[in-house]
Structures are given as C-alpha cells and as structure tokens.
T-cell receptor
Framework: GAGVSQSPRYKVAKRGQDVALRCDPISGHVSLFWYQQALGQGPEFLTYFQNEAQLDKSGLPSDRFFAERPEGSVSTLKIQRTQQEDSAVYLC?????????FGEGSRLTVL | TQLLEQSPQFLSIQEGENLTVYCNSSSVFSSLQWYRQEPGEGPVLLVTVVTGGEVKKLKRLTFQFGDARKDSSLHITAAQPGDTGLYLCAGGAGSYQLTFGKGTKLSVIP
C-alpha cells in the first residue's frame, strides 16, 4: 500500500491481557516512530527506530511496553499485562527524513 | 521537558469566518510543524517552518513562526466545513523527536 498501515484498528482487552499492535511503514522509510494519543490529547512520543535499531525508547511508560522492528520494516508494539490507563490510540509514523507519515492508529480499550 | 501550549482548545465558527490559532512555548525549537487530524485518522502534515519570522501560505492557510522560534500561529481565511478537524503543532529540537501540543479542535458550521 501507499501509506502506513496499522492493525488491528480496534482492540478491546481485559485488564491483564497482553496485546500486540502492528505497523507496516511506507516502503523504504528508514525511520519509524510510535506515539500514544490519549483522548483529548496530542500524540506523545514512545519510541524511535532507525532501520532495525531502536535508538530511543525513553517515552515507553513502563517495562510492560516493548517494541521491535527486527528486519527494519514491520514493527510491533507489545503491551504486557494491560492496565486501564493504557487505553489510548497508538499511532505509528514512518519518515524518510523530517516529515512524519502517520498511520490511522490502533485504538486500544482496556476494560 | 519542552511543552507546547495551544489555544484556544476548542473553536466553533461559521463558514466564511476567519480564525487564528496559537502555539506557544517557553522553549526554542529548531523547527515547528502543523498537522491536521480528522476523527479516526492519523495526523497529516500541513507545513514545516524552520526560520524565525518565517511565513508560509498554503491556499487559505497562513502559518507564521515567531522571531524567537518559541511560538507559531495558523490563520485560516474564509473557513470552510472541510477545514474541520484537530490542528496540532509539533516542535522539533533535535534530529528526530517531536513534541506535540494538545491541539485546537476546530468546527466550521455550514
């Protein structure tokens, strides 16, 4: 596809469940970002990859959050033992340089 | 922590009116970007400004970066219903990380 693709678009999890969110970036984009957007807020930085290397994970809220991009393309954001405060839209963005191209996001609701 | 404050938080206007939204910070940014986000979608980049005092125009939208590179404004002339959405500013201070404001939610009523 031409744009950044994220799946699933919607995920409902019971508190304590593990979830995995997938991001397919635009082909050839070296940089990949994950952001968390809570209701009524702007996106907040979670982590940054350059190819397969995770160069910055300072925004990950806790050690329950883990992201990987093993082959420098598709990325997965995993959240273990989900909590209600994890409910948010998780946005993935890729970039050739400078400009961010965002996916539609994965909306996570933790009950 | 660098913070960006956007105002107003909400704005509802009639079609054809003009409006200005603001993005302010106490920190200096090397660049500032404006995005528009529609419900259920990701943000879409509108413009990037990098030079203090810079003004960029995109059809009916005019973007200005403050001289000190701490603030920015977005002015929309003759707003149309298609302009409805969440307008986000994002400041860059390093090579990759962006700090986003909370956004201004604009509704243009036909």
């Amino acid at each position: 596809g031409a744009g950044v693709s994220q799946s699933p678009r919607y995920k409902v999890a019971k508190r304590g469940q593990d979830v995995a969110l997938r991001c397919d970036p635009i082909s050839g984009h070296v940089s990949l970002f994950w952001y968390q957007q809570a209701l009524g807020q702007g996106p907040e930085f979670l982590t940054y990859f350059q190819n397969e290397a995770q160069l910055d994970k300072s925004g990950l809220p806790s050690d329950r959050f883990f992201a990987e991009r093993p082959e420098g393309s598709v990325s997965t954001l995993k959240i273990q033992r989900t909590q209600q405060e994890d409910s948010a839209v998780y946005l993935c963005a890729s970039s050739p340089t400078g400009e961010l191209f965002f996916g539609e996001g994965s909306r996570l609701t933790v009950l | 922590t660098q913070l960006l404050e956007q105002s107003p938080q909400f704005l509802s206007i009639q079609e054809g009116e003009n409006l200005t939204v603001y993005c302010n910070s106490s920190s200096v940014f090397s660049s500032l970007q404006w995005y528009r986000q529609e419900p259920g979608e990701g943000p879409v980049l509108l413009v990037t400004v990098v030079t203090g005092g810079e003004v960029k125009k995109l059809k009916r939208l005019t973007f200005q970066f403050g001289d000190a590179r701490k603030d920015s404004s977005l002015h929309i002339t003759a707003a149309q219903p298609g302009d409805t959405g969440l307008y986000l500013c994002a400041g860059g201070a390093g090579s990759y990380q962006l700090t986003f404001g909370k956004g201004t939610k604009l509704s243009v009523i036909p």
